[in-house]
């Protein structure tokens, strides 16, 4: 596998999870439980929908095939999508959605961290730009596990049933492969073995002030990365290409 190549799949990859878990949130308007929070989730949406985009016009630029941004996002079938399967998991509640953004806004904040010091100047710059944004996704999803967690008994029992469910998805975030391995011999990424004492650290934190409890599965699930994804994906995207496949070529 050369760089290039590498490089495409890893942009691509980072800009999948981004794209996918903003078009969860975006279900979102129009439906929060408050109003201050329906805008809230609208903009971490948006930011998310942003790093899509950059990442989505890099990797295409990368990949030299003529494609854009666009095609990326809306003219692939389900098997060509890379992101996490924790990104594409529905919203369920409140409790949730806020509970598979905690664990993937963490996740991102550490990636980005990494990524800000890479010998890859474009990747380095939408890093830097995009880790001041998710410090805050991370601040507000982390608040909320701990207010729902340490709130009612009843708030709790979703909370804690929500990190049961979604903590199977949680190891497929250290997922490497070719790809990886080619862009850490290059320089350009870090080993994602090297984010995660700093990431299960954070969460251990965050779960125990939350009085909640880290589960102990003894299975996990992965695939996301290798294009196998759940059976919520094909519906997710279903609705997200509508436009685009309905009226090709059309642009805002």
């Not at 996918?20 to 129009?30: A, D, F, M, N």
């Not at 350009?188 to 073995?193: A, G, N, P, Q, Y």
């Not at 995660?196 to 965050?206: F, Q, S, T």
Request: hydrophobic letters at 40%; proline letters at 2%; aromatic letters at 10%.
């Amino acid at each position: 596998m050369t760089k290039e190549e590498a490089l495409f799949k890893y942009t691509l990859r980072l800009g999948d999870d981004a794209l996918i878990v903003s078009q969860r949130l975006s279900e979102w308007c129009g439906h929060g439980p408050i109003l201050e929070e329906d805008i809230a989730l609208t903009n971490i949406a948006l930011d998310l929908v942003g790093q899509a985009t950059v990442l989505l016009e890099y990797a295409a630029k990368v990949e030299g095939k003529d494609r854009s941004a666009d095609d990326l996002a809306y003219l692939r079938y389900e098997r060509d999508y890379t992101n996490l399967l924790l990104c594409e998991q529905p919203n369920g509640d409140f409790g949730a959605t806020i509970v598979r953004q905690f664990l993937f806004s963490a996740y991102q904040q550490f990636m980005y961290a990494a990524l800000t010091k890479s010998s890859d100047e474009q990747l380095a710059a939408i890093a830097e730009k995009s880790l001041k944004e998710v410090k805050y996704h991370v601040k507000h999803s982390a608040e909320w596990v701990i207010r729902l967690g340490d709130g009612t008994e009843e708030s709790h029992q979703r909370v804690q049933a929500s990190l049961n469910d979604l903590w199977r998805f949680s190891q497929e975030i250290f997922f490497e492969d070719e790809v990886n391995q080619t862009l850490i011999e290059a320089g350009i990424i870090t080993s994602l073995e090297d984010l995660r004492a700093d990431w299960e650290g954070l969460v251990k934190r965050v779960v125990e002030e939350a009085t909640l409890t880290l589960p102990e599965t003894k299975w996990q699930l992965d695939g996301g990365r290798k294009g196998l994804h759940s059976e919520h994906l094909g519906y997710l995207l279903a609705e997200m290409q509508y436009m685009q496949r309905a009226y090709p070529g059309m642009e805002w």
